[in-house]
């Protein structure tokens, strides 16, 4: 896979503190998820990668090309939807998109017809000759996805784009995200503190922790590597763990009542109801569970960021399941 | 719209040269301002003195419109003084445009965190800056150094003689002061809306720089009996300095005591241009940092 962002040893100062604290690592998903608490230096991060800010110290390269040192022919492949509401209230919707555009560089002519598309891709086409200062915040979300699409850039950079959607608005805005990445074309980071539509959209996800990278892991490879495990909620029963784990299986409890076990391929599910019945335990929940992004986000906050000048941390090895 | 063509595609057509950029934001800045019908009627306006100048200095060449309307006007009355003069007014006239141009365009993009969209594209802070700028400088130019010069070539042409030859630094000095005026009240229009960032408060801060602070100034000099209080005295120090440009003695500019030294109010102008470019420099951005 070809590489998006580089991180080498990244260090931002801003006040006289340390907000990106050495950075390292490669990120070449289609759609790469930018994690963190608040302050954890998720925007800190995204600026950089527009430029805003100049390293202290290390370097961030896009592309294979280094940020400060191509700064406008990054930009010009860039889209940026921020956060914050940032238009031009007496503008309408497509006359602002147009404007976008053009100063992307779009000819004039170009730059109206691929505002009028942006904006009925992200269905706003009934909309686009209404002032943007009345467009309601869900439609402004959306006029912000218009006007980063508009030039055809080949990395967007969404920071917080559900933010206070609602939820059907949300899953249009998480359905045109995932149709921009499975056109192949473009590759989308998404800086959210919603792990679900992280977790829906992303492919690849690095976690920050107070300005450090506490996790950066594929998503899409710990889906494979995963085992499926299932998860009991039971009544305490004496013995019962040993005789699962004497069948074979790796067993975990977590003294709630609840067990985590990983059911080898050789053993049926109806020698487990068979111990069950054996040691008087009653299964009140059974499930198939995968580690969710959830599960890692968790332990990377628990954990800790990475040590200073130390690579990141390889994606939490399956024994880490609980005590398994 | 086509049905077929709602889906995501990239763009691969032409591309604008990356120098002609900033010339987008001119358009668009030309285009919202001459939205409003007054701001128009007010650029026509500004045009009055300029339509008058013109037919002063033809009547002034032609003896037959003189016979008709029975007047009689003296040698040499288009001189530099008479031209001085309409710079004056009309720097007045640029003055109003700056004021009423200048901080809608600036503070409605911090106002709206819109600097942020312009930043995040391929056009730095200068060209952001020269952008806007060439809307005011344009406007400006229009209003004052351009038609004076066009005064100045028609009175060239009607006089002959070598009229026009021997009074070359006269087209010089309107140039330059021209360009001093259009470069003080555009980067303190500039300046002063990134500054507060609000329209109404730019406006009101950009009169009061040009209208009140001379008057701060005069009761410095009253009371401190001294002259330097004339420094916060633009409008002063611009006619002292044009009045040297253009050859002619300060005696006739109004001030509370003595004047102040012409190095002085060029320093003046030029630091309070140094100023501006400084806290352009300072605010204009995408993203502040917080300093802890």
Redesign the interface.
């Known amino acids: 896979m070809a590489k998006v962002i580089e991180l080498d040893n990244l260090q931002i100062r801003l006040g006289g503190r340390v907000i990106l604290d050495r950075l390292a690592g490669t990120l070449s998903g289609k759609c790469i998820g930018l994690l963190g608490p608040n302050g954890s230096g998720k925007s800190t991060l995204i600026n950089t990668l527009l430029g805003f800010y100049r390293p202290d110290a290390g370097s961030v390269r896009i592309f294979g090309k280094d940020v400060q040192g191509h700064l406008r022919e990054l930009r010009a492949q860039i889209g940026y939807m921020p956060e914050s509401d940032a238009f031009i209230a007496d503008m309408t919707g497509v006359h602002f998109v147009r404007y976008m555009a053009e100063i992307s560089g779009l000819p004039p002519g170009e730059a109206m017809e691929r505002a009028h598309e942006a904006f009925f891709y992200v269905g706003l086409g009934e909309a686009r000759y209404r002032k943007l200062g009345t467009y309601s915040l869900g439609m402004k979300q959306l006029a912000k996805l218009a006007q980063a699409i508009v030039h055809g850039p080949r990395l967007l950079l969404l920071d917080e784009p559900t933010n206070g959607l609602d939820p059907e608005a949300r899953q249009r805005m998480l359905h045109l995200v995932q149709e921009i990445r499975d056109t192949g074309e473009v590759s989308v980071l998404i800086s959210s503190h919603l792990l679900r539509d992280v977790e829906e959209c992303c492919d690849e996800v690095i976690i920050l922790k107070e300005g450090r990278i506490a996790a950066l892991s594929n998503l899409e490879e710990e889906r494979k590597a995963n085992l499926k495990f299932l998860e009991l909620d039971v009544t305490q029963g004496n013995g019962f763990m040993e005789s699962v784990r004497a069948l074979g299986c790796e067993c975990a409890s977590f003294g709630t009542g609840t067990l985590k076990i990983v059911l080898p391929d050789n053993i049926d599910l109806r020698q487990l109801y068979r111990l069950a019945a054996e040691h008087s335990v009653q299964i009140r929940r059974m499930n198939y569970r995968r580690d969710s992004l959830e599960d890692i986000f968790l332990k990377a906050m628990a954990a800790g960021a990475a040590p200073a000048a130390t690579p990141p941390p390889p994606p939490p090895p399956r024994s880490a399941h609980g005590s398994l | 719209?086509a049905v077929y063509?709602?889906?995501?595609?990239?763009?691969?057509?032409?591309?604008?040269p990356?120098w002609s950029?900033f010339t987008?934001?001119s358009r668009?800045g030309f285009s919202t301002l001459f939205e409003s019908r007054f701001f128009t009627a007010f650029v026509v306006l500004c045009m009055v003195p300029f339509l008058v100048c013109t037919v002063f200095i033809y009547f002034v060449h032609s003896a037959t419109a003189q016979a008709i309307l029975n007047l009689r006007f003296g040698n040499n009355i288009v001189n530099s003084g008479w031209f001085l003069g309409f710079l004056g007014v009309e720097a007045w006239l640029g003055f109003i445009v700056a004021a009423w141009a200048g901080p809608g365009m600036v503070s409605?993009?911090f106002a709206?965190?819109?600097v942020?969209?312009?930043?995040?594209?391929?056009?730095?802070r200068a060209e952001y800056l020269l952008g806007k700028v060439s809307v005011l400088g344009s406007l400006l130019s229009g209003t004052t150094w351009i038609p004076a010069l066009i005064l100045f070539g028609l009175q060239a042409e009607l006089e002959g003689h070598g009229w026009g030859w021997n009074n070359l630094w006269l087209a010089g000095a309107i140039v330059v002061a021209g360009l001093l005026w259009i470069a003080l009240i555009s980067l303190l229009s500039m300046a002063l809306s990134v500054w507060v960032k609000w329209r109404i408060a730019a406006t009101a801060l950009m009169i009061g720089t040009f209208f009140l602070l001379p008057g701060f100034g005069a009761v410095v000099s009253a009371v401190m009996r001294t002259r330097w209080g004339n420094l916060l005295n633009f409008p002063y120090l611009i006619t002292l300095v044009w009045a040297h440009l253009f050859r002619l003695s300060p005696r006739h500019i109004h001030v509370v005591g003595d004047h102040v030294p012409l190095w002085a109010a060029w320093a003046v102008l030029l630091a309070v241009c140094g100023f501006c470019i400084w806290i352009l420099n300072r605010k204009l951005?995408?993203?502040e940092?917080?300093?802890?």
């Open positions: 719209m063509k709602r889906t995501y595609k990239a763009y691969r057509g032409p591309l604008t990356a950029r987008v934001l668009y409605k993009d709206n965190q819109s942020q969209l312009y930043l995040s594209r391929p056009l730095s951005k995408a993203r940092a917080v300093r802890g």
